[in-house]
């Protein structure tokens, strides 16, 4: 671990850039889990360390190349650490900084979004939804369970409910089993997870039976 990287632990922005005139590389990576000094500011919650990182990464020509996504330990990035840990002002800072979303690890193949939702960090998902795009709710995991499914599973009903107004499928089946996010809840005991999924399909029935007899009085209406 350089100083840099005890530096961005820290929070210390303010010394970054002697560091790196100093000889320090912004891209450089620690032994144990190859983690750069972004990836332990983003950890962290350090928004101004993060946003001073991502601009000495971006006058650097090496780690310009991959920009705000450097892999660490099994190709975790820095918006996975700062999404798994709740910190949903770094998310948004690095969303804004160019970070792909889409990226997933290496061993659940699960990106910064499902890594939340497993979490509970609701307000984390509705952040790396509204900025990295709602196509993020159908991204698949090497087990082909959605976000609504690592919620539904770890029995988190406010992310369910997030997620599904946010457009979430509930249709949507896992890869072997077949699986959908409300059956995983039910096989897990999640009974509030069932009942938030249960509550918005009767909304969602009661809100067409309005719409339809409207359209039939209206039609009424018209033949008089």
Same mark, same amino acid.
């Given at each position: 671990m350089t100083p840099l990287h005890v530096a961005a632990e820290a929070g210390?922005?303010?010394?970054?850039?002697?560091?790196?005139? /100093?000889?320090? @590389?912004?891209? @450089?990576?620690t032994l144990d889990d190859l983690c750069t000094p972004l990836h332990l500011a983003a950890k962290a919650g350090h928004t101004r360390a993060v946003t001073v990182l991502a601009q000495l990464m971006r006058e650097d020509n090496e780690a310009a190349l991959v920009g705000v996504d450097p892999r660490g330990w099994l190709r975790t990035t820095p918006l996975m650490l700062a999404a798994q840990n709740g910190h949903s002002a770094v998310v948004e800072l690095l969303l804004d900084a160019q970070a792909d979303p889409m990226l997933t690890d290496k061993y659940f193949e699960g &990106?910064?979004?499902?890594? @939340?939702?497993?979490?509970?960090?609701?307000?984390v998902a509705l952040t790396l939804v509204k900025l990295g795009g709602d196509n993020l709710l159908?991204?698949?995991?090497?087990s082909g369970e959605t976000a609504l499914h690592k919620t539904a599973a770890a /029995?988190?009903?406010? &992310?369910?409910?997030?997620?599904?107004e946010a457009g979430a499928k509930l249709d949507a089946r896992t890869e072997k089993s077949r699986l959908t996010a409300r059956a995983v809840a039910q096989l897990? /005991?999640?009974?509030n997870v069932v009942e938030v999924m249960d509550s918005y399909l009767r909304e969602l029935e009661d809100t067409k039976a309005r719409a339809e007899k409207r359209r039939a009085q209206l039609a009424e209406a018209n033949e008089l």
């Open positions: 210390h922005q303010h010394v970054f850039r002697t560091l790196v005139d /100093g000889g320090c @590389s912004v891209n @450089s990576k &990106t910064a979004l499902h890594q @939340s939702c497993e979490r509970g960090l609701t307000q159908e991204v698949r995991t090497a /029995g988190y009903a406010e &992310t369910a409910r997030a997620l599904i897990r /005991g999640h009974c």
